[in-house]
Structure formats: C-alpha cells, structure tokens
C-alpha cells in the first residue's frame, strides 16, 4: 500500500514539483491542504484546489484557521503590541505558525505516514514547519524535496515540463504573500542593504489622497468598532479597517531583522490595518496603565513576538505570558481618533473612563491639586539620598 503523504500546498512552483514528485518518484499518496490565513479570495482557493487535483493529488482540502489565528495568537500580538525591531507586525511569520498547526492536525486525523512542505534551505518557514511538525506529530516523517536535493527554479520547471505539466512558470519580479496581518512583499531590492522597493511592488496602490479620520473603539483591548459601527468580531473589525485605510497607500516599510539560521535578511510589507491597531492600541495603554504595567508589558511583548516569530509558539511559557497580557487589558477600553493621509496616519487622541490623566489630580506643568510644594520637596530629597551619599563617598 502507498505511503501516505500530507503536502502543505499553496499552488506555486515548489509544492506543485512535491505533488509530481511524491506521487510519481516516489509512488506516494499524496493529500495537499491549503491553510487559509485571510489571504485568498474564494476564486484562489477554487483555482489552486483544481490545480493540485490537475497534478493528480489523491484529496485537496482547504482548511480556514483567520478566527482561530485571531484568538490564539493575533489578540496577543495587539496586547502586546508586537513589532518586531519597532517595524514589523509578524505578518508572515505568526500565520506560518498556524498553517504549521494545521497541516499536523489534518496529518493526524487522516493518519499520514508523512508530512511534506516546499521548503527551501534558506529561509525561516523550514524550521517553522518542522519544529511545530516535530513536537506535534513526532513519529511522521518529514519530507522536503527542494531542501533535500538543493533543486533550483529551473530545474524543477525541467521536471515538470517533463512530466507534461504546462504551465507558465514565469518568476514574478516580487514575491507576494498576503494574509490577515498584512501583505509580504519580496524583489531584487530586498536582497540589498541599500535599495527601498519602488511604488509598484506594493499590491495596495494609492487611491484615496483626501485626509480622513476614523474613530477606533477598543473593548479590553480588543477592536470592537470603527466609526459608529460595531462588531462581534474583531477579525471584521481588522478587515473593515483594511478596506478604508488600504487604499492610502498606509503601512509600508521595510523590516530587517535576524533568521531563525543566524543571517541578516531583508524584507518589504504593507501593513495598514495591524500598523493602526498597535499604534492606536498603545496610544490608549499609555493612559490607561500604569508606568509598571507598561514597562512589564514592553518586555514580554517583545519576548513574546519573537517566540512567535522563531517558531517556538508551542513552549509552554507563550502562554503564561499570554495570561499576563490578557490580564492587563482590564480597562484597556475606549476610543482611538486617528487620521489617515496618503502614505501616513498619526494618533489624535483618546477618550477612555480609565484614563490617569485625570484633572481631579492636576495638570502636568500647570496645576497640582492632591500635593503641595513642600510634600514634592521632601519626596525630591528623600530619593536623591542614596545617590548623594554614593557621591560624597566617592567624591575623591
């Protein structure tokens, strides 16, 4: 009986070679799933399930993980606010993460002996996929034929024009890989240290030029509302919030950070929906918490993202800091207004019943009600103590 063989398929070049592969080198029976973070349209997910059945898959199956992304991960990201090296908000990195979840999931339930993605060895999604694929399904064998046999891009367009597969497999000039978090973009210029991706390589062109503003509402930190709209869901809120600030052109960059494998890399997104929710969701943090719960929330934040960001999302303390993260979004609620211009957005203001920065106690730099002069006087010398001693100790 034929091996059986779970293929994380998206439709492009290397996983389209791992069908033909798998199945005809390797007499295997191979079952492709598609794991859909918010990044296709339903035409996509028909074209690429006929595709794989085209290149003769024994099963496809589209599995969609957005709300499950949103709740076990994406909430996190805006708790925390998570930006990697203060850029970039792990738009493909976290969805790897749970595409990664998924396909193990799909391998077990259908018990697969094997478990294959197109992976390369040059980059993160390889340790992605197989550390999640190691601790959940231990006993499946890993395949990865590109890695393995170090294939290039025309030399799996050779095998497959030789196996009658026809199609047109010309590199598009960018990369692009689009999901609820936003868009990944790729090219020539990311693989300097000098050049910035010209205008034309961001799939979100700029369309609206008239400045706009919007009101975000914020429960538990949380995006519940945008204008007088309110929603359920956030993951409508995210996608409400994409559709109007999408077209100004908001929330590109270029991150550069360090791989999981030790290099430097380079890469261009566009961001506008995650970019406004973390800028918006701190903005409001900063009134509401205090100067520790910020302080403790910046550094497992951080931590936090780059445990996601390295594939280590399973280790058991991802979710101790989850529970912390969730606990001080208690009176994290309110409105954000921000206004949206082409190419920027920047924070108005708040309203929040939370907010500490309270008239009652006084006016920073004006007025103060709930001290005196002499109190702050006292408090002043008391905490230079210490210090002065040391300097008069030492003052030789």
Not at 219 to 225: D, P, R
Request: charged content about 25%; hydrophobic content about 40%.
């Amino acid at each position: 009986m034929a091996k059986k063989v779970v293929l994380a398929f998206s439709g492009g070049l290397d996983t389209s070679y791992c069908v033909k592969y798998l199945s005809e080198e390797k007499g295997m029976e191979v079952h492709s799933v598609l794991v859909d973070t918010g990044g296709f349209s339903d035409e996509e997910l028909i074209n690429i399930e006929n595709r794989a059945k085209t290149l003769g898959v024994k099963s496809h199956k589209t599995v969609n993980v957005v709300n499950e992304y949103y709740e076990k991960c994406l909430k996190y990201l805006v708790f925390g606010n998570v930006l990697k090296n203060n850029t970039y908000p792990l738009s493909v990195s976290a969805e790897r993460m749970f595409q990664a979840l998924a396909v193990a999931e799909y391998a077990r339930s259908i018990n697969a002996e094997a478990i294959a993605h197109g992976s390369t060895g040059a980059g993160n999604d390889q340790v992605r996929f197989d550390v999640v694929f190691r601790i959940l399904v231990p006993n499946v064998e890993i395949i990865t034929p590109i890695r393995d046999m170090r294939l290039s891009r025309e030399a799996e367009i050779e095998y497959l024009k030789a196996k009658g597969v026809e199609q047109d497999w010309t590199k598009a000039a960018y990369s692009i890989n689009k999901g609820i978090w936003g868009t990944s973009v790729g090219g020539k210029e990311t693989l300097t240290s000098n050049q910035y991706l010209p205008e034309s390589a961001f799939p979100t062109q700029l369309t609206k030029t008239d400045v706009e503003q919007v009101e975000l509402y914020f429960e538990k930190g949380e995006l519940k509302g945008i204008n007088s709209e309110k929603f359920a869901n956030p993951v409508d809120a995210i996608k409400k919030l994409q559709e109007i600030a999408g077209p100004f052109a908001i929330g590109r960059d270029i991150h550069v950070g360090d791989t999981i494998i030790g290099i430097k890399g380079r890469v261009g997104f566009e961001a506008a929906a995650p970019l406004i929710i973390i800028k918006a969701h701190h903005t409001l943090e900063k009134h509401v918490l205090t100067k520790g719960q910020l302080y403790w929330k910046e550094q497992l934040g951080n931590w936090y993202g780059t445990m996601v960001h390295e594939g280590q999302f399973l280790e058991p303390v991802a979710r101790n800091i989850e529970t912390f993260l969730a606990d001080t979004q208690q009176n994290v609620t309110g409105t954000v207004h921000v206004q949206l211009s082409p190419y920027r957005f920047y924070v108005i203001g708040i309203q929040s019943e939370h907010d500490l920065m309270s008239a009652k106690f006084g006016s920073y730099g004006e007025m103060n009600n709930a001290w005196t002069g002499d109190d702050v006087r006292g408090f002043s010398k008391i905490m230079s103590n210490q210090t002065m001693i040391y300097h008069k100790v030492n003052e030789q």
